[in-house]
């Protein structure tokens, strides 16, 4: 009987285990998306912003000019939003993976 006592206890730790990597999957990715609407929000704003500002231009220079700093913030964003991106994706595998292994580390010593 003591090898289904432990049995079932692994069971039900590796049921804990799963669920408590499942919520906080979740939640990392809940974070994603948020991060990804603020994001595009914040281009789309970005973009109609530029847009006004080519159609008051004058001058061919002005209108280049415009286009040049809209190009350079836009790919400063792209990056910036991608490490952070890749940041919050590191870290939601990190925090997922934490109670397989130390279930793991369980199933190792037992």
Same mark, same amino acid.
């Given at each position: 009987?003591?090898?289904?006592?432990?049995?079932?206890?692994?069971?039900?730790?590796? #049921? $804990?285990? *799963?669920?408590?990597?499942? /919520?906080?999957?979740? @939640?990392?990715?809940?974070?994603?998306? =948020?991060?990804? &609407?603020?994001?595009?929000?914040?281009?789309?704003?970005?973009?109609?912003?530029?847009?006004?500002?080519?159609?008051?231009?004058?001058? #061919? $220079?002005? *209108?280049?000019?415009?286009? /040049?700093?809209?190009? @350079?913030?836009?790919?400063?964003?792209? =990056?910036?939003? &991608?490490?952070?991106?890749?940041?919050?994706?590191?870290?939601?595998?990190?925090?997922?993976?934490?109670?397989?292994?130390?279930?793991?580390?369980?199933?190792?010593?037992?």
């Amino acid at each position: 009987m003591i090898q289904f006592d432990n049995f079932q206890k692994f069971g039900k730790d590796s #049921l $804990d285990a *799963a669920m408590t990597s499942f /919520g906080a999957f979740s @939640r990392g990715v809940q974070s994603a998306a =948020v991060e990804t &609407a603020d994001y595009v929000k914040r281009s789309f704003e970005q973009g109609s912003s530029t847009v006004e500002k080519l159609a008051s231009a004058r001058t #061919l $220079d002005t *209108a280049v000019a415009i286009q /040049g700093e809209y190009v @350079r913030t836009a790919f400063e964003g792209f =990056v910036s939003q &991608a490490t952070k991106m890749g940041e919050l994706a590191a870290a939601t595998a990190k925090e997922s993976y934490a109670p397989v292994e130390g279930l793991v580390a369980k199933a190792r010593t037992a």
